[in-house]
């Protein structure tokens, strides 16, 4: 995914350009075969580390925190 963001495949908003996450699925396939990871699997697992993250971020944020 570090290599997508770094070929700019995102668009100014910052989401991900259409069939981003499709190149990533067929990456991790042909890295780790057998895994059957799709788009949806990858869209979902991006929305959950989002998330995580921002509440993250929100915490680090807080005074006496870090």
């Known amino acids: ?3 997508l ?5 995102r668009t100014d908003a910052g ?3 259409p069939g981003t996450f499709q190149k990533l699925a067929d990456k991790m396939n ?4 057998g895994c059957g990871l799709t788009v ?4 979902n697992k991006h929305k959950r580390l989002k998330e995580k993250y921002m509440f ?3 915490m680090l ?3 006496g925190f870090g």
């Open 15 to 17: 989401q991900f350009k």
């Open 5 to 9: 963001v770094v070929e700019d495949k």
């Open 40 to 43: 949806k699997h990858i869209r």
């Open 1 to 3: 995914m570090e290599k």
């Open 30 to 33: 042909e890295k780790f075969s």
């Open 56 to 58: 993250v971020v929100e």
């Open 61 to 63: 944020s807080c005074s």
